[in-house]
């Protein structure tokens, strides 16, 4: 099982699409927050604002980069 999420700066206000090979993102956040994370450590805290868990890795990588297209951000824009 792998999953995808969405996060949200409490900060800037600005989104994080990420992707784990763990069905339970609680840990990723936990990096995110802690400032372990390269491209998320300005924009600390983070809350969790969506998660999908999908079957495997690969899956969840191609959601993640839909995600991160044009029409993916669209897509969030219009349900977060």
């Not at 956040?29 to 604002?49: A, D, F, Q, Y």
Request: proline share 2%.
């Amino acid at each position: 099982m792998a999953c995808i999420y969405i996060l949200r700066s409490q900060i800037t206000l600005k989104n994080y699409i990420g992707s784990s090979h763990l069905d339970d993102p609680k840990e990723r956040i936990r990096r995110h927050n802690s400032g372990l994370v390269r491209s998320t450590k300005h924009g600390v805290p983070w809350e969790l604002i969506h998660v999908e868990v999908l079957d495997n890795y690969i899956t969840a990588r191609k959601r993640e980069l839909f995600l991160k297209s044009g029409k993916g951000r669209e897509w969030i824009k219009s349900n977060f």
